[in-house]
């Protein structure tokens, strides 16, 4: 395994606890939330077991069958995926790793826009911002009257900050189009 992705820690975390099948895997990263900061598709899951399992970092601890339903493989992280995970975890909290949003380049490109354009698919940016940011909220709360560990809610709190740090540059960014004080050159092109 080259590296260890967002995914495939995620599922060495979870296997942390315990032995689990891939559904089973899916089913708690939705419950926990973990699904806001880890891209996890059916597909991509499967596939990052099947690699894990290939690496030597999880193994095939049962096979069970529930009535008509596919078998299930449950899974356990091995020694070696437990001091991968950590090497990787220490290695992500520790460096920073250029990231490219796709927003950074629409605003280092905004200028391309009418001044209106720009503000007014910012405004919508809000809107959506703001929503997002709500729900955020109501997952949080959720999360926290099921009585989870603090360390368990880390994640949420920084995807929330990042949200209104977000929202809080954008409303800004508006407010300077709307007023003049940010000019945007392509603002006189139609």
Known sequence: MRTLTALGLAVLRELTDRPQHAYELHQRMREQGLDQIVKVTHGALYNTVDSLAKAGLIEQVETTRDGRRPERTVYSITAAG?????????????????????????LAFMSLLTAEDAA?????????????????????????????????????????????ADLD?????????????????????P
């Not at 950590?86 to 790793?97: G, S």
């Not at 929503?131 to 603090?150: C, F, W």
């Open 169 to 189: 540059l954008t409303r800004a960014l508006v407010d300077e189009i709307r007023s003049g004080r940010l000019e945007l050159s392509g603002s006189t092109t």
């Open 82 to 106: 437990s001091e991968l995970a950590r090497d990787r975890l220490r290695e992500l909290m520790a460096t920073l790793t250029p990231e490219y949003p796709a927003y950074c380049a629409a």
């Open 120 to 164: 007014s698919r910012l405004e919508r940016r809000c809107v959506l911002l703001e929503g997002r940011l709500a729900a955020s909220q109501a997952e949080y709360d959720a999360l926290t009257g099921r009585e989870m560990p603090r360390v368990a809610l880390v994640e949420t709190r920084h995807l929330r900050a990042h949200l209104r």
